[in-house]
């Protein structure tokens, strides 16, 4: 079965700091990949997509993930956190299973940026 | 500017008492989705609906319904049979079937039950 493991509960990092947010998924095939970020008592908002191609994505706000399939990974990273970078992230597979296109989201990880 | 709106914010229900999710939008999308959030379990789908007046069970669909009349619109009801029901519930939709999608999101309704 399809699956997207985010490893890390929660990660804290110092403003100025640079930052990797890991994502492992379990698919045969190639999948569409997302992250999204959220801020407190708010919706999902999408940072980035990759489906083929160039496996170094670029995003908002200054946000780029890495595609590795010998890794089955799609990890996020920003070179210089900001205080405003405070939020959830959660990593998201669209994949195609029996009951047909599907979206499996990980659990998140919290992001805490001290000054 | 094009979005979902959900409505309300913050929800509260009593026990026995069946409640409404408002989710619009105005993308016009095919495709929407209900999620409920809670803390550290991510994102289970309860209803999901790829075209008008014909929707799907997700995960979590007991103690839900929806219904789907316009392409604008996607209610939630969330019913007396939901035994835990405060969470965080989120709209959203997509622009097509296809993988490529992303999703775009409400802001969510905060649904507590006193």
């Known amino acids: 079965a399809q699956s997207v493991t985010q490893p890390d509960i929660h990660i804290t990092v110092s403003e100025g700091a640079s930052l990797e947010l890991r994502c492992n998924y379990s698919y045969g095939a190639t999948p569409y990949l997302f992250w999204y970020v959220q801020s407190p008592g708010q919706g999902l908002q999408l940072l980035l997509k990759y489906f083929s191609g160039d496996t170094l994505v670029q995003g908002i706000k200054g946000f780029e993930a890495e595609f590795k399939r010998s890794q089955s990974s799609f990890n996020l990273r920003k070179p210089s956190v900001h205080w405003s970078d405070a939020a959830e992230y959660f990593c998201a597979v669209g994949a195609l299973d029996l009951t047909g296109n599907q979206f499996y989201f990980g659990t998140g990880t919290s992001l805490t940026v001290i000054p | 500017d094009g979005g979902i709106t959900q409505s309300p914010k913050y929800l509260f229900r009593k026990e026995g008492q069946n409640v409404t999710l408002s989710c619009e939008q105005n993308?016009?999308?095919?495709?929407m989705y209900w999620y409920r959030q809670d803390p550290g379990q991510g994102l289970r789908l309860i209803y999901y609906s790829q075209i008008v007046n014909d929707f799907q069970k997700g995960d979590i669909a007991e103690g839900y319904s929806v219904s789907r009349e316009k392409k604008e619109s996607f209610p939630l009801t969330v019913t007396s049979a939901q035994k835990n029901p405060t969470a965080f519930y989120l709209c959203?939709?997509?622009?097509?079937?296809?993988?490529?999608?992303?999703?775009?999101f409400g802001s969510g309704t905060r649904l507590t039950v006193v």
């Open positions: 993308l016009n999308h095919d495709a």
């Open positions: 959203a939709s997509k622009e097509g079937r296809g993988l490529g999608y992303g999703y775009t």
